[in-house]
């Protein structure tokens, strides 16, 4: 019987052993315990939820670079039915960029691909700008956001954006380019600036 009673006793001794070694074990499996940390604490990991869907917004990106000039230019020509002959080019304070930034930032923007480009340009915005001592230069223009190419801080932030596209057929053909088109885009944003 003593036989039988310590016996029984060591089966639970090892039993708990076992149980205590399996969670420990887990613990450091699934992170709980930080096995280089002397004091083995529990870690909070899953009590802490991190935001990392921060969505970087392109025009606080743009007017956060070493922005050297801004120059909006506006071309009319009555032979091409408007009212007046107009070429007109002005400079803009940072303030002034920021305004009409903020104006197109609402509309909806579409990456829209394309072989070639025709038309008037009418107003051009032109923003030259540097990063590490290389120029670059961001336009708007014929309702279209055009990125530099060489840039590709923000056109990352602009790509990451998951835009609706548009013209994708044209997407992989040689020569193809894309711009981002801005819906419902009125020129009337640059009447201020021509007064």
Known sequence: MKEDK?????????TIIIILLLIILTLVLTGKVNVNNKNDKLDNKNDVIENNNTEVNWAEKLLSYNISE????????????????????VTLSKEELKQILDKISTNKLVKTYSLGRGGQDRDHLTVSYQINNQNYTFEVFAGSIVLDSADEEIKNIFNNSNYEERNTEYKNQAGAFYY?????????????YFK
Not at 6 to 14: D, H, Q, Y
Not at 77 to 87: E, P, R, Y
Not at 181 to 186: M, T
């Open 180 to 192: 981002y088109s801005i819906e419902e885009y009125n020129e009337s944003i640059f009447d201020e």
């Open 70 to 89: 801004i120059k909006l230019s506006r071309k009319r020509n009555t032979q091409l039915g408007d009212s007046q002959d107009i070429d007109k080019e």
């Open 6 to 14: 310590s016996k029984n006793v060591i089966i639970i001794m090892l």
